[in-house]
């Protein structure tokens, strides 16, 4: 199963970091790809960075036509959008879970008001609770209950950097 994030919106520098914070937590929570609806060379960079830094395979792309990468998207997987006025995550996940065993998944997430046709595009919208809270939080509680806590342990190749877990205190590796 391949798992990309589409994040829908971004409004420059008022979102700056926090669509690097949803990029960055999709690709420590699992998710392989992220994809862009607006051009923001300093969060592409960073998000690079890290990946650089951090290790692994995470992709970075902007799509300005995302209603088609949504629609060709369906073609080999289903579409998750994350918004409070969903079905709750607690009920609807054991479902997405058995599909996920032989497909991909687009997990959207919005920055402003989502187009009123995400909610037809999609194949499930899922709640995390109904109150309004945070895409971010949104995400990783999605991703975590897909993937039901085990890419929390996941190494990455290829890292220059790598921590160490310790209770007491901090061990790095850095890899020349
Ligand atoms: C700050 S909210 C803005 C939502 C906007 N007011 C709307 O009506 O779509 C940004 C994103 O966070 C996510 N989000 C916020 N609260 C959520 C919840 N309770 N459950 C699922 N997703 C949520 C959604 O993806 C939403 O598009």
Known sequence: MVVEVLRLGHRGDRDKRISTHVALTARALGADKIIFTVEDKDVESSVKKVVENWGGDFKFTVEKNWRRYIREFKNRGIVVHLTM??????????????????????????????????????????????????????????????????TLYRDFENAKIKIIPSN????????K
């Open 168 to 175: 007491d205190r901090k061990v790095v590796i850095r890899n």
């Open 85 to 150: 006025y969903g079905a709750n995550v607690n009920e609807i996940m054991p479902e997405v879970r058995e599909l996920s065993k032989d497909k991909d998944i687009l997990v959207i997430v919005g920055a402003e008001k989502v187009p009123k046709d995400v909610y037809e595009l999609a194949d499930y919208n899922i709640s995390i609770g109904n109150q309004p809270h945070s895409e971010v939080a949104a995400l990783a509680i999605f991703l975590d209950r897909l993937f039901e806590g085990k």
